[in-house]
């Protein structure tokens, strides 16, 4: 699914990240079901939704900012795994990325957001996994003022 956000978008960058499993459930810009998942697009940031587990990343004012490498935790009756990298990018190497990304919006389980002021400014989400006893999302968030790609790969198993 690719949807288009009627909302102005405002750049920011990889370390204005928070990373949480605490935060409330808020109204999506976007968002999709995946079987059980549902992935919800926060405009530059996102919630994934299943069975209790809230994870979010995204820029929330007063959290401090934290997007850890990995993390490894017992949440809710799973074993919840997160991995997120950032990658520095020329523009055309982001912008060539970001196309990539947006093809994403055809498969089954997927929703990419995009800003109609800046082309390259997109937020992608895809189910991975789905399955009795794992469940798997991978995201992406680019970041064009800043020369950031954003992704992360959660995996949550019984």
């Given at each position: 699914?690719?949807?288009?956000?009627?909302?102005?978008y405002?750049?920011?960058?990889?370390a204005?990240?928070?990373?949480?499993?605490?935060?409330p459930?808020?109204?999506?810009?976007?968002?999709?079901?995946a079987g059980?998942?549902?992935?919800?697009v926060?405009?530059?940031?996102?919630?994934?939704?299943?069975d209790?587990?809230?994870?979010?990343?995204?820029c929330?004012p007063?959290?401090?900012?934290?997007l850890p490498?990995?993390?490894?935790?017992?949440?809710?009756?799973?074993?919840?795994?997160?991995?997120?990298?950032?990658e520095?990018?020329?523009?055309?190497v982001l912008r060539?990325?970001?196309?990539?990304?947006?093809?994403?919006?055809?498969?089954?389980?997927?929703?990419?957001?995009?800003f109609?002021?800046d082309?390259?400014?997109?937020?992608?989400?895809r189910?991975?996994?789905?399955?009795a006893?794992?469940v798997?999302?991978?995201?992406?968030?680019?970041?064009?003022?800043?020369?950031?790609?954003v992704?992360t790969?959660?995996?949550?198993?019984?």
């Amino acid at each position: 699914m690719l949807a288009t956000l009627d909302v102005p978008y405002v750049d920011t960058r990889a370390a204005d990240l928070v990373w949480t499993l605490d935060h409330p459930v808020v109204p999506a810009l976007a968002l999709t079901a995946a079987g059980p998942l549902e992935l919800r697009v926060l405009g530059a940031s996102h919630q994934v939704v299943l069975d209790g587990v809230v994870e979010t990343v995204a820029c929330l004012p007063g959290e401090p900012a934290r997007l850890p490498g990995a993390v490894r935790r017992e949440v809710g009756g799973w074993t919840y795994r997160f991995r997120a990298s950032v990658e520095e990018l020329p523009a055309t190497v982001l912008r060539a990325r970001v196309g990539e990304l947006r093809r994403l919006a055809a498969v089954p389980g997927a929703v990419v957001a995009a800003f109609p002021s800046d082309p390259d400014a997109v937020t992608a989400l895809r189910a991975d996994r789905l399955d009795a006893g794992a469940v798997g999302w991978s995201t992406w968030h680019a970041y064009p003022g800043a020369g950031q790609l954003v992704t992360t790969r959660t995996e949550l198993t019984r």
